[in-house]
């Protein structure tokens, strides 16, 4: 019986031909949800992490670039430019992506072609937890964005806000901070910086 198997979204499927400057997402979840949806490691399966608390939705569509790992060398350029904020290690799970589109993507699950115009550098209980922002290729709207400079900073403001409030319950402090917001260059090197990381947890598991 010839059987295919579906490929591991993190393991199976490649970052792209061209990364940093264009690369795969993998979207876990839209707007819309309003459940956090995550990649099971061990099965690849997208499985519920938990339901999103009270009025918190995810302002673009997130997901991670397949073949990359948040390990020493992305917590060691976290430190370089984190302005002090203590940075003991990667987050040990693969590098997140928020894509913008113009047009409403109904859920995830799927794969797209996405172009990197910078970041935020994330510092989650003293793990480096970057956030790529990029645009999905082809975006009639989006596409004029060439880096994050070009971005209102409103909308900015409120991709951070989601990611600094969405684990939290009323009154408590957050324990993440985001140290800064960078260009497409360095969100680039971040990029490159965890798929070499991804290569060095490969050969060690």
């Not at 928020?98 to 799927?110: A, F, K």
């Amino acid at each position: 019986m010839n059987i295919q198997y579906k490929a591991h979204p993190w393991h199976g499927i490649s970052a792209g031909e061209k990364a940093p400057e264009v690369v795969t997402a993998f979207i876990e979840i839209v707007p819309s949800d309003t459940v956090k949806y995550e990649i099971d490691k061990e099965t690849g399966y997208l499985k519920v992490d938990r339901p999103q608390k009270f009025s918190n939705a995810i302002p673009t569509l997130y997901g991670f670039i397949p073949q990359t790992y948040c390990g020493e060398k992305v917590a060691e350029y976290a430190r370089n430019g984190a302005g002090g904020v203590s940075v003991g290690c990667g987050d040990g799970d693969p590098l997140d992506i928020c894509v913008l589109s113009e047009r409403t993507v109904t859920h995830g699950n799927i794969i797209l072609p996405a172009i990197p115009i910078g970041g935020f550098r994330m510092i989650d209980h003293g793990e480096a937890d970057d956030k790529i922002i990029a645009v999905m290729k082809g975006d009639e709207f989006y596409m004029q964005w060439n880096d994050v400079s070009d971005c209102p900073v409103s909308y900015i403001n409120r991709l951070m806000h989601y990611f600094l409030t969405y684990k939290n319950l009323p009154g408590e402090q957050s324990a993440c901070e985001i140290t800064n917001v960078y260009g497409r260059d360095e969100a680039h090197e971040v990029i490159r910086r965890s798929q070499a990381d991804y290569k060095t947890y490969t050969e060690n598991n």
